[in-house]
């Protein structure tokens, strides 16, 4: 469990601004934290990690205090072992693969667990690779890879798919839930992608200048009020829900994440990540694949 409440004097692209911010996240919950630029975002994830100081508030995480700004303590950043992965990949381009995880083990017991995280994060063949020779996919692997060697309490991503192209970005989201999913890791993610949030989060903070505009599931957060008594337009599928004798369906519209109800039978043969078209009334949709 992490408990964080949060002050902070920050400058934004409108001037300076105060971020208030609280939040609890459960032991296997993936957490968004959603905004436009400058809303504070990243600097959460900072003061998370220890990489800036809060103004005030406090930061419990598993029944360790790592920052209270009334008892005095602030943890450096070295003793929270927050696994971070920033948006560059900050990857020592000297090293090697294995050479990046091993300087972020701390013993030889972590150290031992380099080869299994390889093998599980697809790398194992490119262990002994620079990173000047790897691809943007691969790169982000083993950024991931590293945040993961020190059995970390919680995972901190700050954008951590936005320099690859729509299609590796898609095949990462999998990558990342899978791996992810295997460690049981609490994550905190920091991203501009809708359909990503969506993807890898059960639940959404939302933020506006610093504070909480909206919180709550994906589809609470970005379908508030966005079903119209009559619509048609192009969508992506992202994600097919079992409910009752029906299927919920989210898809993605510009910007927008809709749900609609279709009969199995006609959510027969969709794919989230598929592009479709979608018509007549929001409560009694019709979907159609659109081919290329």
Known sequence: MIEYELEKELDGPRGGFRLTVSDKVGPHESVAVFGPSGSGKTSILRMIAGLLRPDAGRIVVDGTTWFDSVA???????????????QDYALFPQMTVEGNLRFAARDESERKTIPGILELTGLAGLAQRLPAGLSGGQKQRVALARALVARPPLL???EPLSALDSELRGQMQQELQRIRSSFGVPMLLVSH?????VRLCNRVVKLESGKVS??????????RGKLSAKFRLH???????PADALVRVS?????????????????????????VMVGTKA??????????
């Open 235 to 241: 969508a992506e599928v992202l994600s097919l829900v």
């Open 214 to 223: 909206a919180r709550g599931t994906p589809a609470e957060v970005f379908s």
């Open 283 to 292: 409560f009694q949709p019709s979907l159609w694949r659109m081919e290329g």
């Open 251 to 275: 898809l993605l519209a510009g910007n927008d994440v809709v749900e609609v109800a279709l009969m199995p039978e006609e959510a027969e043969g969709l794919l989230p990540g598929d592009r």
């Open 193 to 197: 992608d809708i359909s990503e949030v």
């Open 156 to 158: 901190l991503m700050d």
């Open 72 to 86: 005095g303590v602030d943890l450096p950043a070295r003793r929270r072992r927050a696994g971070m992965v920033f």
